[in-house]
């Protein structure tokens, strides 16, 4: 094989750190493992760097700075696009016609002024819905308001997928949606980075969450972790994550029962997920698909969590599922006494492989996009 594509990524996906970029760093990592030659173009913002890994793994890899000034947000279009929309990177996709897959509404500002070529879009959300969420739960007036415009100019903003040549799915609730709107519109769930189901034997002697904690939906779920579910010492708590804010220090702080783990490594985060006795996820949107919940239902053990996240996932009955915070905590504490079943793995195992069976999904994938 050896086709050449174009991938776009509203980030640097290296490191594989949080679900956006981990969903694109596999993806980029399996096509090249299966002969495409891959020209990745990345906007760089965050203090990310240009990786070696990635200029190993492809053909070419191209960055591009992120304008993430003021003047950006007053255009009618999201702010998440203009300020990824880069003459210098429409000039280098318009060198050749090879197909195109853009990572995300973010970068669709191509669609608008690529012509006559194959471009795919990676559907990581509804995002419109994503931004409405955010601006619910949003505390800060001047977040909130920016997460409601957001989500205004999103959904006005999503009619452009009708230039795409198809949509790149995540889940089967995105998948729904997206193929009652538009044209050639495929479910491609993500690749998993774990081979198979392994959660350790024996017992662990804590609760843990995990997540990007500079994320309001996730400081939110945390906030609700520690203040309703857990509000005293009932259990030992371990929260990880990037990017934690003070206020969360704070919080923390004040609790002799509860442990903050900030910016831990890929080898520590997965040391935490397998050694926790239950992994605790929560959330208040119910879009997309949460990466940390793959990594908790293939290397975790009991993996608690509310409706919200698993809902359109197909992945319901791989989890405990409780939805208020009383019945939460009485079956957590429950859990922090069971050890995870054979029966239970085994049925785990079956579940994971009928959802992610990575080999079929690449194949799946080069057929679509090349």
Request: glycine share 4%; aromatic share 8%; proline share 4%.
């Amino acid at each position: 094989m050896s086709q050449h594509i174009h991938i776009v990524s509203f980030a640097i996906p290296f490191p594989a750190d949080y679900g956006g970029v981990i969903d694109v760093f596999f993806r980029v990592k399996a096509l090249a493992e299966n002969g495409l030659k891959i020209h990745l173009h990345c906007f760089q913002y965050d203090d990310r760097k240009p990786s070696e890994c990635l200029e190993k793994m492809c053909w070419s890899v191209n960055y591009y700075r992120r304008d993430v000034s003021f003047l950006r947000q007053l255009s009618m279009r999201p702010y998440i696009v203009t300020s990824r929309d880069c003459r210098e990177l429409i000039e280098n996709l318009s060198k050749d016609d090879y197909p195109i897959l853009l990572e995300g509404l973010h970068c669709c500002s191509v669609l608008e002024k690529v012509s006559n070529r194959r471009i795919f879009v990676r559907a990581h959300n509804v995002e419109h819905d994503y931004y409405s969420e955010l601006a619910k739960v949003e505390k800060n007036i001047f977040k909130k308001s920016f997460f409601w415009l957001e989500s205004k100019r999103l959904k006005k903003y999503e009619n452009v997928l009708q230039r795409a040549s198809g949509i790149l799915c995540i889940t089967k609730k995105d998948y729904d949606y997206f193929s009652s709107r538009y044209d050639n519109v495929s479910l491609v769930p993500p690749l998993s980075a774990f081979p198979e189901v392994v959660p350790s034997e024996g017992h662990g002697d804590y609760v843990l969450y995990h997540g990007r904690l500079d994320v309001v939906e996730n400081l939110n779920a945390v906030c609700f972790i520690l203040d309703e579910i857990f509000p005293d010492d009932a259990v030992k708590l371990k929260i990880a994550g990037l990017n934690p804010p003070k206020c969360l220090y704070d919080k923390v702080d004040r609790r002799e029962n509860t442990e903050l783990i900030a910016n831990p490594s890929d080898e520590e985060m997965l040391g935490l997920v397998r050694n926790a006795q239950v992994n605790l996820l929560v959330t208040a949107q119910d879009t997309g698909l949460k990466l940390k919940l793959l990594n908790a239902l293939y290397n975790g053990r009991h993996c608690l969590v509310n409706e919200a996240m698993v809902v359109g996932t197909g992945l319901a009955e791989a989890c405990e599922i409780r939805n208020d915070a009383k019945s939460l905590r009485e079956r957590c504490l429950t859990l922090m006494n069971e050890n995870l079943s054979l029966e239970m793995i085994s049925k785990r195992r079956e579940i994971m492989s009928a959802f992610c069976d990575n080999k079929q999904i690449i194949n799946d994938l080069i057929s679509a996009v090349c």
